[in-house]
C-alpha cells in the first residue's frame, strides 16, 4: 500500500517528466558566427544548437542592456 510520501515521490516524477517534455527543442543546427556582428560564436554556445547571435547581440537583441 503507497503512503503519502510515495505518492508525492510519483507526482513529482509526473510532474518533472511533463515539464521536460514541454522544453523546446532545437533541430537547427547553429551557425558559426553572430548574424548581427560576423564575430565568432563560441562552441560551447553553439553547441545549444539554433544559436544565431553571439551572447552579446543577443542580449541587445532581448533588450537585455
Do not use: W, Y
Not at 523546446?24 to 553547441?47: H, V, W, Y
Amino acid at each position: 500500500m503507497a503512503d503519502d510520501i510515495d505518492r508525492a515521490g510519483e507526482r513529482i516524477d509526473a510532474e518533472m517528466t511533463a515539464r521536460l517534455r514541454a522544453l523546446p527543442t532545437f533541430n537547427m543546427p547553429s551557425l558559426l558566427d553572430c548574424q548581427a556582428c560576423g564575430e565568432e560564436i563560441p562552441s560551447k554556445r553553439r553547441a545549444i544548437g539554433g544559436v544565431t547571435r553571439c551572447v552579446d547581440c543577443q542580449n541587445h537583441f532581448e533588450g537585455r542592456r
